[in-house]
């Protein structure tokens, strides 16, 4: 079947710009991840949603970010007046979920984000 | 507080082992994983370990985990080109979370 899916896969902006990038996770996975990867770093947790439930949204770095998932399906993340310490890969994972047990997390190719 | 520690880079020649290391600063970890991240690709899940484990093993995949020492190693026996990819270390203490390492890119030497 179709894995996680991401759009777009590179995206050059300019600072102060607005931009949104785009996640299709699994069909059925409830659970969704937003996670940024910067040159030489790890990944950093940025968001989860989970079903219903109220987001996690403890990674966030600033209030310049947000995301949402609309039906509990595509999640968007906002960037708003980029700057340039934002360029990064953003990765999106979907899970199924079972709490208490390990859910393993499948990966989108992420979105190359360049902010000039 | 949560860090991940891994090396940048490894390089071994074809048919070797190779021997990925991590160090992690929270006893409370339920959860240690290893992915995989190959180039325009998403990261994979390659394999993971309860807490509770100190040892697994999978195919060429051995994971051992030093919980006193919070060191995690991924061993890749008769390591192959196609094993070339950054190898991510991660922790966590719920279904969720994960707190990732920089990464150690492996390079297979044919």
């Excluded at chain 1, 970010?65 to 595509?74: D, I, L, N, P, Q």
């Amino acid at each position: 079947g179709a894995g996680v899916s991401q759009s777009p896969s590179n995206k050059v902006t300019e600072k102060g710009k607005d931009v949104e990038l785009r996640c299709d996770p699994i069909s059925g996975h409830t659970a969704l991840y937003w996670y940024r990867q910067s040159l030489g770093q790890g990944l950093e947790f940025l968001i989860y949603f989970q079903g219903n439930s109220a987001p996690d949204k403890s990674g966030l770095p600033s209030d310049r970010f947000s995301a949402e998932r609309t039906g509990g399906s595509v999640s968007t993340l906002t960037i708003q007046r980029t700057q340039q310490e934002d360029s990064a890969v953003y990765l999106c994972a979907s899970s199924q979920w079972t709490s208490g047990r390990i859910n393993e997390q499948f990966f989108g190719p992420g979105t190359r984000l360049t902010v000039l | 507080g949560e860090d991940v520690e891994q090396s940048l880079f490894l390089s071994v020649r074809e048919g070797d082992s190779s021997v990925i290391n991590c160090t992690y600063t929270d006893s409370s970890s339920t959860y240690l994983y290893w992915y995989k991240q190959e180039p325009g690709a998403g990261l994979q899940l390659l394999t993971y370990i309860f807490s509770n484990m100190d040892m697994k093993q999978d195919q060429r995949l051995t994971v051992l985990l030093n919980k006193k020492d919070k060191h995690l190693s991924l061993r890749i026996a008769d390591t192959q080109t196609g094993d070339s990819a950054i190898y991510f270390c991660a922790e966590s203490k719920s279904s969720y979370k994960l707190i990732f390492g920089s990464g150690t890119r492996l390079l297979v030497r044919p």
